[in-house]
């Protein structure tokens, strides 16, 4: 070992020193003891008592974790003679100031006004074992620990450790106590909230994940093998969560929503690994415990008491068996199979009762709900290459979800006179059968074809379209013909047909309604289109140190059998990419990409429910009663540039970055008959063009990126940059945001600021050091 290894090696044991001793202060207990035999298993024994200690895992964790070295590290032969050893040292100290939305430029980050993130990657290969290791973010809530290693031909295991965050909005306010729980009482008592809101509580939107998964693959006797993994991921923060005070209407609540998930994964395989054929048998087993499944809350529309209460996602369990098969064939040609089938269960307690302005009681014949969804999915593919000009893929897919769950009569006096309703179970089933065909032709000509047909059936689920059937047709032709050019077309055509029927209402007012409208208007998701899309593209590289790469794709989507609904959509998107080397100095790159998103739909406002005329093209039309169109327009464009100058080559080199990414969206609405729009209010003063949404979903982010590399001496590398980022958002739906609560006897709501003014600018100084060994 080098003397700069064992440097780093004294690093870790001071580090895993001073934490056991702390740990056991704080636990009572201390780690389990490992003699060595050689010095391979020593190192190894440190840098996995490291990985376990600075990963701030729990000590239940931590035990469980080093158990496995005590088992697998001593398992490794002596040090060989012939080995390899290698890895680096990281720590990059950084100042940052943000304006604006800490929040959202933080939203997957954690980046500290002065943080200091440090690291480690190191690498043991000999001939018959080989153990690596990696360390990120070390202390922050973005730290990654993770540990590969294995014997050659005989095992194989891995642990990894990721912390991820979420960040949603810092410093959002709300009258509620018991933020984090599934309880929330008004601060101030019975009464509605002051529209003061200095007095409210404030709270952070955030959610980290933990994530904790390890495994390992055994070599039985040939050809067989065993895998084992098991992983545990933990949710915990607040989110906004949107309801109405009253059913329906009401004020608006934004709820802070406690966030306690669990969820654990095991999974086995067994498998026979040789040629010609290759089998595995696997079982997967996943349980989704969310330790809050229901809120209760202060509605302030409610009744005395003002207390409510909603569900949130129930726990659940998932179970899976699999098989997957593969077998080579004769005429060069591979058959491979995958068979799974899976079942989800959930279970959840029922309210009997709901809230307007007063507690409303109601019947229902079961107070838990039973979930149970049932998949088979099945798929078989045959690739073949008989002779040298001809490529095929012949392929089957079967999937077929379920739903077995309770279904649960509901009786409301108040609503249908009584009427009982039932919760409508929604299954599917799609089957697919395909062929992929590819031909080189003469001229350097490659030529790839392909058809598919799929069919999805909803049965009764789904009325208004029980079945629909879809044709794909896809061609694309490459030439290599020259040393310099590679150009690419191709073409994709979807034609979708469908059944069309009438939705299953509950009550008979909503059915009439829907038997009026439904010979009219189509949902898009599952109606018939025509789908074209045609894409171009070429890669020319004139000289060795110039590249570019252009492309374009249209996609034309039309619903020409729509009379309400979504009627056509049609996206342009086009891209330039280059790269040219000056000398060997200089290094440019740079891109261009577009894209303009146009829609159109045509709709109708109809009067509140039994509706018993919905023809757009009949003669009815007045305020409450008329036609409307939309045209949506959502355009993005960016670009971006990086040099690389290489001032002393393999010594000095500066790096400059810049992005500029931008979004303008906007909403041309047509009311197309002059009643509607003198209903306005106040009467007069709504026109077609002041009803428009010019600003939708419109942002810009910039970013820029300047640092000079160093590397003074071979192994060591050192890094001084500067990062800017500045993200601006306009949108009229988020315009003009207060945090006002509702007043007294009208609709309005009571905010949280989640989301709100998510601009920002960010200004980030860093200095790196990173050591090589």
């Known amino acids: 070992m080098d003397p700069a290894s064992q440097q780093h090696l004294l690093v870790i044991r001071d580090i895993s020193g001073n934490r056991n001793r702390q740990q056991k202060q704080d636990d009572g207990a201390e780690l389990p003891k490992l003699s060595f035999s050689n010095p391979w298993q020593q190192w190894s024994w440190f840098a996995w008592t490291a ?25 490794f032969p002596a040090l ?147 895998s084992f993994s098991a992983a545990r991921e933990e949710r915990n923060g607040t989110i906004p969560t949107g ?67 909603m569900n949130l996602p129930p726990s659940n369990q998932n179970y899976k068996l ?61 690739t073949s290459n008989p002779v040298p000009f001809l490529f095929t893929k012949i392929f089957y897919k079967y999937y077929d979800r379920l739903n077995m769950s309770d279904q649960i009569t509901t009786v409301d006096p ?31 000509l490659y030529l790839q074809t392909g058809y598919s047909y799929v069919r999805t059936d909803r049965e009764a689920q789904r009325g208004d379209l029980p079945e629909t059937r879809d044709n794909n047709y896809t061609a694309d032709l490459t030439w290599r013909g020259s040393d310099f050019m590679t150009p690419k077309i191709g073409y994709q055509h979807l034609q979708r047909g469908a059944d069309h029927g009438v939705l ?29 899309t045609y894409k171009a593209s070429v890669d020319i590289y004139p000289i060795d140190k110039l590249n570019f790469n252009i492309g374009y794709k249209i996609i034309m989507t039309d619903y020409q059998d729509t009379a ?99 979004s303008n969206g906007g909403v041309d609405l047509t009311y197309l008959n002059s009643a509607a729009l003198a209903a306005g209010t106040p009467a007069g003063t709504r026109t077609n063009e002041n009803i428009d949404l010019n600003t939708w979903d419109d942002y810009t982010l910039r970013a820029i990126v300047a640092k000079l590399i160093y590397t003074p001496l071979k192994p060591v590398t050192m890094v001084a940059g500067y990062a800017y980022e500045s993200f601006s958002y306009n949108d009229n739906a988020w315009n003009g945001y207060v945090l006002v609560p509702a007043v007294a006897g009208t609709n309005g709501a009571f905010l949280t600021g989640a989301y709100a003014n998510p601009s920002y600018h960010a200004n980030v100084v860093f200095l790196s050091l990173n050591y090589r060994y």
């Open 243 to 309: 309801v109405a005070s009253t059913n329906p209407g009401g004020y608006s609540l934004e709820l802070p929503t406690p966030v306690a998930y669990i969820t654990d994964t095991v999974k086995a395989e067994i498998g026979y690994a040789t040629k010609p054929v290759f089998a595995s048998l696997s079982a997967e087993y996943i349980n989704f415990d969310n330790q809050n499944q229901q809120l209760f809350f202060f509605n302030p529309a409610g009744p005395a008491g003002n207390g409510d209460a």
């Open 322 to 382: 699999a098989f997957k098969g593969g077998a080579q064939l004769p005429l060069n040609s591979k058959l491979n199979i995958n068979l799974a089938n899976s079942r989800t269960m959930s279970e959840a307690n029922l309210f009997n009762s709901y809230v307007t302005t007063v507690v409303n009681p109601i019947t229902i014949s079961s107070s838990v709900f039973h979930g149970q969804v049932d998949i088979q999915n099945y798929q078989a593919v045959l």
């Open 504 to 532: 299953n209402k509950q009550y008979f007012p909503d059915q009439a309604s829907e038997n009026a409208i439904a010979p009219y208007f189509s949902r898009y998701d599952a109606t018939e289109q025509y789908r074209d």
């Open 51 to 75: 990985l376990c200690e600075i990963g701030g895992l729990d000590m239940n964790v931590k035990k469980i974790l080093v158990s496995i070295g005590m088992i697998i590290l001593p398992a």
């Open 80 to 226: 060989a003679e012939n080995n390899t050893f290698e890895g680096d040292v990281q720590a990059t100290g950084e100042i940052s100031n943000v304006s604006g939305n800490k929040a959202k430029f933080n939203e997957y980050s954690d980046i500290r006004k002065n943080g200091l993130y440090t690291g480690f990657l190191f690498k043991f290969d000999s001939d018959d074992f080989f153990i690596q290791g990696l360390a990120s973010d070390i202390g922050y809530d973005t730290q990654h620990y993770r540990l590969d290693g294995g014997e050659y031909g005989k095992f194989k295991f891995y642990l990894d450790y990721n912390e991820i965050p979420h960040n949603y909005t810092f410093g959002a306010k709300t009258f509620y106590n018991g933020v984090g729980t599934n309880v929330l009482t008004n601060k101030f008592g019975a009464a509605l909230p002051t529209a003061d809101t200095s007095q409210w509580n404030q709270l952070d939107y955030a959610i980290r994940r933990d994530a904790t998964s390890g495994g390992f693959t055994l070599q039985l006797p040939k050809p067989f093998y065993f």
């Open 414 to 444: 108040t609503v249908g006179g009584g009427t009982p309703f039932v919760n409508l179970l929604f299954s599917y089933r799609i089957n697919s059968a395909g062929i992929d065909l590819g031909f080189k032709l003469p001229a350097r």
């Open 564 to 662: 309400l609904g979504l009627r056509k959509v049609t996206d342009n998107v086009a891209n330039v990419d280059a790269g040219y080397t000056i000398g060997n100095i200089i290094q440019l790159n740079a891109y261009v990409d577009y894209e303009a998103k146009r829609s159109y739909q045509f709709q109708r406002q109809l009067p509140a429910p039994p509706v018993t005329a919905a023809n757009p093209f009949g003669p009815t039309q007045n305020a409450t009663n008329f036609n409307w169109d939309a045209r949506i327009d959502d355009y993005t464009f960016s670009f971006g540039v990086n040099a690389e100058v290489f001032i002393i080559p393999k010594k000095l080199t500066m790096v400059f970055q810049y992005d500029n990414v931008q």
